[in-house]
């Protein structure tokens, strides 16, 4: 399965961009021999359905699943399933389709093109799945150990491999270093800002909560990592509410420990997939956007709209 056109638009939403569809972009440029955006393909990133529908292949947005139609969302009612019934993200969806091209691809110089298959199979068990599992916030399964791709084990694929002809020369590895130090220098930087803005995080999130009328309701006016400051100082806290950066408010919920997939208080069962005007009608609230199908997030257009939809979700828990 190709693309329609020599020099394809491959499409995914705009706004705050997750795992699931940066893997699936980079599982495509490798399938399908594509370089950077511009050269010989356009990647748009965009909600706009117009434009969504005008796209040769399509992932995480849309609403529509369709492999034979490059079609590749997960977020819909009906939307496929692994046989385990864990449900797929776009990388999974993707990598159903894709992955093995992919893995071909990336083994051809070599020429092992052979192994795809099996390879192909391991990466959509050690890594694919675990990524399908986070993005649909649902518990790890299954008898295989997920790659956790800690910054040791990241660092360790930079070596030569046992069969690369310089492996054990005098300066075997020394170009793979100074890239694997490349690498780590950017982490570190990178982990030192992230960890003086969760410290900043933290105080915003105690002020915020502070001043709540409801303990049970967090809202923030900026949006922010804010649970691991709710678990840092007990707060009671079941939903936040928080602007997103395409304009929408998010009412998340608070899971009821560390690393769980679950939920302290599930949004209403009745507002699960629902969308738009059906939402609206099932919750009362006029400018409701949408509700996961797994229940963990929602969406209204207004801040009014998204805390009037978790004071709703906390009056209707039992």
């Known amino acids: 399965m190709r693309p329609t056109q020599p020099h394809p638009l491959l499409i995914t939403h705009s706004g ?6 940066v893997f699936a972009y980079a599982v495509l440029r490798f399938a399908l021999g594509l370089s950077k955006p511009g050269a010989d393909h356009t990647l748009r990133r965009t909600r706009k359905a117009e434009l969504v529908e005008s796209g040769d292949i399509v992932w995480d947005v ?9 079609r590749f969302d997960h977020h819909q009612r009906g939307a496929p399933l692994r046989p385990d019934e864990t449900p797929f993200s776009s990388a999974g969806l993707i990598w159903q389709t894709y992955g093995e091209r992919a893995v071909a691809a990336l ?13 192909a199979a391991e990466l959509d068990e050690s890594l ?13 399964s299954g008898p295989v150990m997920r790659d956790s791709l800690s910054l040791a084990a990241l660092v360790g694929e930079f070596n030569p491999p046992w069969d690369s002809p310089d492996a054990n020369g005098p300066s075997a590895g020394d170009d793979a270093f100074l890239e694997a130090s490349a690498m780590v220098s950017a982490v570190l930087a990178r982990r030192v800002e992230a960890l003086r803005a969760r410290l900043l995080a933290e105080e915003k999130v105690r002020a915020a909560h ?3 009328t409801d303990a049970r309701l967090l809202v923030l006016e900026t949006g922010m ?23 929408n408010w998010m009412v998340d919920t608070m899971p009821p420990e560390p690393g769980s997939f679950a939920q302290r208080l599930p949004l209403p069962e009745a507002w699960a997939g629902l969308q738009a ?15 996961h199908l ?11 709209g998204a805390i009037a939809m978790a004071r709703k979700a906390l009056a209707a828990a039992p």
């Open 277 to 291: 005007d059906e939402l609206a009608s099932v919750s009362g609230v006029p400018d409701a956007v949408f509700v």
């Open 62 to 70: 849309g609403g529509q699943f369709d492999a034979t139609a490059n």
């Open 225 to 247: 990592p804010w649970k691991n400051a709710v678990f840092q100082h007990a707060l009671p806290v079941m939903f936040c509410v928080s602007p997103a950066s395409n304009g």
């Open 16 to 21: 705050k961009f997750h795992c699931d569809e």
């Open 294 to 304: 797994r229940r963990f997030v929602g969406a209204a257009k207004s801040r009014d």
């Open 210 to 212: 502070a001043a709540a």
């Open 107 to 119: 083994l051809e110089a070599g020429g092992a093109v052979h192994f795809a298959p099996s390879i």
């Open 128 to 140: 694919v799945r675990r990524i399908d599992e986070i993005d649909n916030g649902v518990s790890a």
